[in-house]
């Protein structure tokens, strides 16, 4: 293990330590989590005012756009989280990049489907093939490949290592594949709805916005102590630590 | 023992050449399968849309690039397969020369042994669906960067996968995103010659990222298959 | 001849406290050994017992998972290695649709070398003459070991890895993987050679190590 990484990284990526942490720091999250979602769901659906061109249909960007920040985030997370698990065959790092794909493919796959049942409204129809959602799906196809070369090795840990090294692909390729979405879009003088428009966007529907973006970091906090606790169990199974656990629990 | 000679880096290679190309040609057989499958599906598209002229037209370019992609896709499996299943891999990580170079020149037997007959194909199938001539040129030239890409490109995606069961819908998944680019450029300059546009940008842009592509897969290569192998 | 001596003394091969885990659980308990040029180390062990394993670790192809491998007094490196040992596995490396001369001559040429007038003797040797040009897929399971093991002497590698090398073959292919190891072992070579019985060596008494699952 490289010296430079400081000491407290170093003791907090041993996984009883981790397990012990991610068991104290769930429960807050979540709450939090839950919280935040309905303070900003309220702002969003209740208190903000109608937009004067959309109506009521606007409102589905307070779940549209914190999970299209989500999917991005957390693919960012993948990406360092493998780059980190490959270069110091760390195994939090590994868990933490091979736990992070479900969450992050669903909330692309909320992105997308939020994003058509809104473009229906918008532009009528359920799909357009506009720039931003096409590189959505790409980025769908990318979790997707992600968790499926995972499962494909029966070796986890051999699976992870080569699952992290398609998300750094996968990093580099995100770029280039919405530049060419959009060179594609120009070409094809396709339908590009500007979403957000160029004006400013109002307080009273910008701070629910903000505060559910919060509510969904907070979710995908406890989401993925919640899957590498579990997976750190499953992996570490014969050990000592785990079996002080497993007696602990089995006593009444 | 044997004598100790210098190893050197260019005979290693023409050996790899030499042994691959050497090894399709007693498989014969199998060079003609992608081809087989591009006709087929070109074929396929008028029977399925009608014939009428400008809409084949429109289309040609499009199909042509897709079909030939796809049939690509099908050979891409075996790329690693028969080494990985009789031990040749092995030998090929083990001998003294950079495993990337190596892998390069499997990379290049195999495009020359089962693009190089799609890109040859490419210009009847097109005739097929009525491509117009002036368009030819355009589609050649972005086969000839675009099935060296995916060529490039499949290769790291099956070394990650030569680890596992096999499995060609996986390869399909993860080569989705990444021939994205490819298809869309490679279709853009044909698109762009058939409408007497210049279309020399979008094949320059092919051009580019090949060159940065045959630098750096046969690396990303072999670290895969470093991956993919240590269990 | 003090410098001679160093030399000598500086072993080709030495481990220390050597694992390899799979998941979390070691294939074999921690091994030490040295390996000298010239000496040869069997490595004895059941079905599953971690023999494959370890020469693959040897080989370079696994990652050490715990202790240490040097390799001519240096730690061991790609780089420093590769050329310099052969591997021999239970997958002979053979393209079943190439004959024994052209998989030979691939495999030397990985090597960079050129070696088209020592390859009919090294398939002599191994008792292939009139079938140099046979593809190796008509051949037998012995005779596909025989055209394998004619790779050995033609490579100039000093440490042959060589897994059951004594599966699939006769009494005389037998007694040829030993005349092959003892000219290998005489002209300064070294080897590490794994089987699942108890392996008779004639050329002289063998290191040995048993694994345990």
Redesign the interface.
Known sequence: MSTWIPLWMHKLASPPTFYRVAGAIRPWALALALLLGAIGLYGGLVLAPPDYQQGDAYRIIFIHVPSAWMSMFIYAVMGVAGFVALIWRLKLAEVVAMQSAPIGAAFTAITLASGSLWGKPMWGTWWTWDARLTSELVLLFLYLGVIGLYHAFEDRRQGARAASFLAIIGVINVPIVHFSVVWWNTLHQGSTVNVFGHSKMAWDMLWPLLVVTLATKFYYAASLCARARTDLLDLEGGKDWVRKIADAEARP | ?????????T??C???L??DL??AW??RGDLAMPVLYAVIVTVLFPFALGPDLALLQRIAGGVVLVTVLLAMLLALDAMFA?DI????L????????PPAL?LGMKILAHWLTTALPLIVIAPVLAGMLHLPTAAMPALVLALLFATPLLSLLGA??VA??A???R?GM?LA??L???C??VV??AA?AV??AQQGLPWLAPIAWLAAAFILTVVLAPL?CA??LR????? | MEAMTAVCATPLLQARQLTFHRGDEPVFAPLDFVLHTGELLLIEGDNGSGKTTLLRVLAGLLHVSAGTLHWRGAPWQRDAVAGDLVFLGHQLGQKLDLSPRENLAFATGLHGQRAEPSITDALMRVGLSGYEDEPVRRLSAGQKKRAALARLPLLPATLWLLDEPYANLDRHGIALVDRLLESHLTGGGAALVSSHSTVNFHGGEPQRIRLHG
């Open positions: 023992m044997a004598e100790r000679v210098p190893a050197t880096v005979t290693a023409a050996a790899m030499r042994r050497l090894l007693r498989q028969s299943e009789d031990g040749s092995e030998q090929l990580l083990l001998a003294p020369q190596l790291v995606l990650l996968t680890g596992t069961r499995s996986l998944l993860m989705l995103p990444l994205v680019p869309i450029f853009g698109a762009a990303a670290a895969a991956i993919a192998l240590d269990s």
